[in-house]
Structure formats: structure tokens, C-alpha cells
């Protein structure tokens, strides 16, 4: 029995050295407590105004504030894509750099816009008048009426600081006043060329009848 225990004794010994030896197994990472969501909702609206922007190129009327508009909307950008951004905070870090991009768009909108409906008013007021000095009123009522409705229209809006719609209004106001007196304008020119040529006509038949009447005369005489 002694002899079995001193054979048992260096193996347990030695299973227990190299169990001692073994690597031990690496941490595994724990995952994030909290994941922030990307601001959705101020990161469309960033967007969209940027790109009403870009369309009616109104950066050009306030463009310190669309330069700064455009820092903070760039760094939104980059912290929505950057998924080591939201980790372990409540609110996502983009939302602040959004929401200041949204501010400064706004701005650059409502100024570009101003600046554009004040001069597409004051091309509507023009041809109106060259308009009604020619009677399109009359001679083109219903592309005259439409360009009235239109205007109309683009007032309402503009009230609503609907910017966007509003100057679309207004130009489609400018569009039909133009037509009316395009239209009028022919129609003004053909009435005076047809004129023309009745007063040439009769000018012919008097000179007609006078040579005739002449011959005549000469005849009398005779």
C-alpha cells in the first residue's frame, strides 16, 4: 500500500504543477452599458434645409452663417458615423452639433429667401403694369387671373414662412402675368397690322376712285 501511495504521489504532484502552468483564459470585453441612437429627426431636418439651400443657392445672402452652418453640420456628420461616439451616454453627441446647424440653415434660408421674393415681386409689379397698360386684363383674362391667384397665394404663404412654396408662387405668378401680356401684345399687334392694312386698302380704293373719276371728267370734257 506504501508503495502504491509513493507511485500516486508525484503524479498528483505533477498534475498539479502543470495545471498551475496553464494560460489562464483572457477577460472577455463587456458590452456598453448604453448605445446612444443618432439624432434621426434633427439630422433629416439639418439635410433637408441644407439642400433647400443648395438648390435656390441662397448661401450666397447670409454666408458667414452658412459657414458656420456648415462646420457644425460636417461634425454632426462625422460623429452619427462614428459608432465609438455613442457609446456609454445618454444623449448622442451629434444631437448638439445638429441642432446648431439647424439654427444658423434657418437663418440662411429666411434671409436668401427674402432677398429672392423681394426681387420676383418687383418683376411681377412691372410686367402686371405693362400688363394692364395693354388691357391683358381683358385680352388674356385667364392667364391674367391665374397670375392674380398665384400672387395671392404666394402672400399667404410668405405669411406662414412657408419660404420655399411662397417664392414658387410668386413665380409662377410672374409666369402667367408675362403670358397675359405676350398674348395681349400679339393679339394688339395683329388688331394694328390688320388696321393697317384696311387703311392702306381704303387708301388704294380712294386713289382708285379718283383716277376714275378723273377719267371721267377728262371724257366730260371731251
Not at 448661401?59 to 457644425?72: G, K, N, P, S
Not at 381683358?138 to 400672387?151: L, P, T
Not at 413665380?171 to 403670358?179: H, K, N, P, Q, V
Request: include cysteine; proline fraction near 5%; hydrophobic fraction near 40%.
Amino acid at each position: 500500500m506504501k508503495n502504491v501511495r509513493r507511485l500516486l504521489m508525484p503524479a498528483a504532484l505533477a498534475v498539479l504543477v502543470f495545471g498551475a502552468c496553464e494560460t489562464p483564459p483572457e477577460p472577455v470585453d463587456e458590452p456598453p452599458e448604453h448605445v446612444a441612437e443618432v439624432p434621426v429627426t434633427e439630422q433629416v431636418q439639418a439635410r433637408d434645409l441644407r439642400n433647400t439651400i443648395m438648390e435656390y443657392e441662397l448661401d450666397q445672402y447670409a454666408r458667414e452663417e452658412f459657414l458656420e452652418a456648415e462646420a457644425y453640420f460636417e461634425e454632426a456628420e462625422r460623429l452619427a458615423q462614428d459608432p465609438d461616439a455613442a457609446l456609454d451616454v445618454e444623449v448622442h453627441p451629434a444631437t448638439e452639433s445638429y441642432i446648431a446647424a439647424i439654427g444658423l440653415y434657418e437663418h440662411v434660408v429666411s434671409v436668401g429667401f427674402a432677398e429672392l421674393i423681394q426681387a420676383v415681386k418687383g418683376e411681377i409689379a412691372d410686367v402686371r403694369a405693362q400688363a394692364e397698360a395693354i388691357r391683358a386684363d381683358v385680352a388674356a383674362r385667364s392667364e391674367f387671373e391665374q397670375g392674380v391667384e398665384a400672387y395671392d397665394q404666394g402672400e399667404e404663404l410668405e405669411l406662414e414662412a412657408s419660404w420655399g412654396p411662397a417664392y414658387e408662387a410668386y413665380e409662377s405668378s410672374l409666369g402667367y402675368f408675362t403670358d397675359s401680356y405676350d398674348i395681349a401684345r400679339a393679339k394688339r399687334t395683329r388688331a394694328e397690322e390688320a388696321m393697317a392694312r384696311a387703311q392702306e386698302k381704303e387708301k388704294e380704293t380712294e386713289r382708285q376712285v379718283r383716277e376714275m373719276e378723273d377719267e371721267l371728267a377728262e371724257e366730260l370734257e371731251d
